[in-house]
């Protein structure tokens, strides 16, 4: 899957937990403000898997940092789309946003900072803004990622453990829109299992179980296909519709929900 689609399954999947479900069903709510900010983090979570590959877009998203951060990434996780794309990397991953969240300071005027959550969110806005193409160079990528950190640290959703909740969304929506294609992930990683050859005349078996040892359901196909756009534009137009609505309470009080 593209970049900015997996960026923009992110924003909805967290519009989705904290917007919509609470207004439906009166689960995880968050304030408006929260959900603005939430989303913004949560976009940027669901690039994190692609920190595996030294030279992808998200590598050079804010360097030199990414690039050391993704050669690391890239060692440890055994690859591209392997260790960062498993249900393993997904339990890491929301290990260390635990570790992070609890990491807050106390701000004259401002009260209780989210330090942990701003200190990474710098590195996934960095990813966002490279994957939307509104980064520019890598001085422009660094301002715009400080400063819309510096926006989630004062802001952050108030609830207890929002930030593993939106990073575990993030890297589950991403590894769930790379299942999708036709390379699959490994998602049961590091355990390789390998098809048999023999399965390979059952055409329909060799396309969800790849002789990589990748899974796949491949319903979009190719990344970038017209599938993939068919199904992101409406995902996207739906992030975008709850991220504004619920910017427009923050700043105005006013709710369409009330
Ligand atoms: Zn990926």
């Excluded at 877009?57 to 060692?75: G, Q």
């Excluded at 490279?130 to 926006?151: D, M, N, T, V, Y």
């Excluded at 699959?184 to 390998?194: A, F, N, Q």
Aim: proline letters at 6%; a positive charge; zero cysteines.
């Amino acid at each position: 899957m593209m970049g900015g689609h997996h960026a923009a399954s992110g924003a909805a999947a967290w519009v989705a937990v904290a917007s919509t479900a609470p207004h439906a069903f009166g689960w995880y709510p968050v304030t408006p403000l929260g959900v603005v900010t939430g989303a913004l983090l949560t976009a940027g979570a669901a690039l994190l898997p692609d920190l595996d590959h030294h030279s992808g877009t998200i590598a050079h998203s804010l360097p030199p940092i990414t690039k050391i951060l993704a050669r690391m990434t890239e060692t440890v996780s055994g690859g591209h789309r392997r260790g960062t794309h498993s249900l393993l990397g997904l339990a890491v991953f929301v290990a260390l946003a635990t570790a992070l969240g609890r990491i807050t300071t106390d701000v004259p005027v401002f009260g209780s900072v989210a330090l942990g959550a701003g200190i990474l969110s710098v590195l996934l806005m960095g990813f966002a803004f490279k994957a939307l193409k509104i980064a520019g160079g890598p001085a422009r990528s660094w301002f715009l990622a400080l400063a819309f950190s510096a926006f989630i640290a004062v802001y952050a959703p108030e609830n207890n453990d929002w930030l593993p909740v939106a990073v575990g969304l993030g890297v589950a929506v991403h590894i769930v829109g790379d299942l999708l294609t036709h390379q699959g992930v490994m998602i049961l990683w590091p355990l390789r299992i390998k098809r048999p050859r023999s399965l390979v005349r059952f055409p329909v078996v060799s396309k969800l179980w790849r002789s990589s040892g990748a899974f796949s359901l491949p319903l979009i196909g190719a990344a970038g296909s017209w599938r993939e756009w068919a199904l992101m534009v409406p995902v996207t137009i739906y992030a975008i519709f709850g991220v504004t609505i619920d910017g427009m309470t923050a700043l105005t009080g006013w709710s369409p929900y009330s």
